[in-house]
């Protein structure tokens, strides 16, 4: 190793030091400029960060896919608007603390959408958690159990952006609509959350249950939100692949 290497590795510049060495490899090294060299260099190591930051967030999100934007399929039956994709992948509505509510039938590809517009938040350096709607109530509640609901709810309201996917499977216990709208009180206007129901936004309220909780949470939600209602037959008899 040159003294070069052991000197980038030292101050922990792994994008810079592989792409240095790979310079000497291909005898390129000498070739170059100072500023060219340089350059090179900075921006490999740029993109080395980056690349690892993305890597972080993605594995700290726990989504339920691995999904990309790019992978979508839009199609007017589906009712996915290429348009609307790409006025939320701009990032606005992050920076807004607007709500995304996605809609449709099993299997129609919502928790793929989801998941895709989450990765997509991971690549602009944001902090993005994934979960199962009555998985996370279930976790508050052990929360409670165990003294750390407090801390819980201050790491959910400062993530970027919050998914609850499937929500609207079951009705909801007392406690879980009040953690409910806990959730979604320290978030509104602040940080944006995507929630995804098999269910239209009309029925949210049968499921919240509590109707004075019901119309706090979806006044919240539906103020200022992107709707997306999916339509079609399932994905899922056409291939593996959820879209």
Same mark, same amino acid.
């Given at each position: 190793? !040159?003294?070069?290497?052991?000197?980038?590795?030292?101050?922990?510049?792994? *994008?810079?030091?592989?792409?240095?060495? /790979? #310079?000497?490899?291909?005898?390129?090294?000498?070739?170059?400029?100072? %500023?060219?060299?340089?350059?090179?260099?900075?921006?490999?190591?740029?993109?080395?960060?980056?690349?690892?930051?993305?890597?972080?967030?993605?594995?700290? /999100?726990?989504?339920?896919?691995?999904?990309?934007?790019?992978?979508?399929?839009?199609?007017?039956?589906? *009712?996915?608007?290429?348009?609307?994709?790409?006025?939320?992948?701009?990032?606005?509505?992050?920076?807004?603390?607007?709500?995304?509510?996605?809609?449709? /039938?099993?299997?129609?590809?919502?928790?793929?959408? /989801?998941?895709? #517009?989450?990765?997509?938040?991971?690549?602009?350096?944001?902090?993005?958690?994934? %979960?199962?709607?009555?998985?996370?109530?279930?976790? !508050?509640?052990?929360?409670?159990?165990?003294?750390?609901?407090?801390?819980? %709810?201050?790491?959910?309201?400062?993530?970027? #952006?919050?998914?609850?996917?499937?929500?609207?499977?079951?009705?909801?216990?007392?406690?879980?609509?009040?953690?409910?709208?806990?959730?979604?009180?320290?978030?509104?206007?602040?940080?944006? !959350?995507?929630?995804?129901?098999?269910?239209?936004?009309?029925?949210?309220?049968?499921?919240?249950?509590?109707? !004075?909780?019901?119309?706090?949470?979806?006044?919240?939600?539906?103020?200022?939100?992107?709707?997306?209602? #999916?339509?079609?037959?399932?994905?899922?008899?056409?291939?593996?692949?959820?879209?």
């Amino acid at each position: 190793m !040159t003294e070069q290497e052991t000197l980038m590795q030292t101050l922990r510049l792994h *994008g810079m030091k592989s792409r240095w060495v /790979a #310079l000497l490899e291909t005898k390129q090294a000498h070739e170059l400029s100072f %500023f060219d060299g340089l350059e090179l260099l900075l921006q490999s190591e740029k993109e080395a960060k980056e690349s690892s930051r993305f890597e972080r967030l993605t594995n700290a /999100a726990k989504f339920r896919y691995s999904a990309s934007v790019e992978e979508l399929i839009y199609n007017p039956v589906r *009712g996915l608007d290429k348009s609307q994709i790409s006025q939320l992948t701009s990032g606005e509505y992050l920076k807004n603390g607007e709500s995304i509510l996605i809609t449709g /039938a099993t299997g129609c590809g919502k928790s793929f959408l /989801a998941s895709a #517009l989450g990765h997509h938040a991971c690549l602009g350096g944001n902090r993005v958690l994934y %979960f199962n709607t009555q998985k996370l109530l279930d976790k !508050t509640k052990m929360s409670r159990i165990e003294g750390t609901i407090i801390k819980l %709810f201050e790491r959910i309201s400062k993530v970027d #952006l919050l998914i609850l996917d499937d929500f609207g499977l079951r009705k909801m216990e007392h406690q879980q609509q009040q953690d409910l709208m806990e959730v979604i009180e320290d978030r509104h206007a602040k940080k944006s !959350t995507i929630m995804v129901s098999q269910l239209p936004v009309s029925k949210w309220y049968d499921i919240i249950g509590e109707k !004075t909780i019901a119309d706090a949470i979806l006044d919240r939600l539906a103020h200022t939100s992107h709707r997306i209602e #999916l339509k079609g037959e399932s994905l899922r008899k056409k291939s593996n692949i959820v879209q």
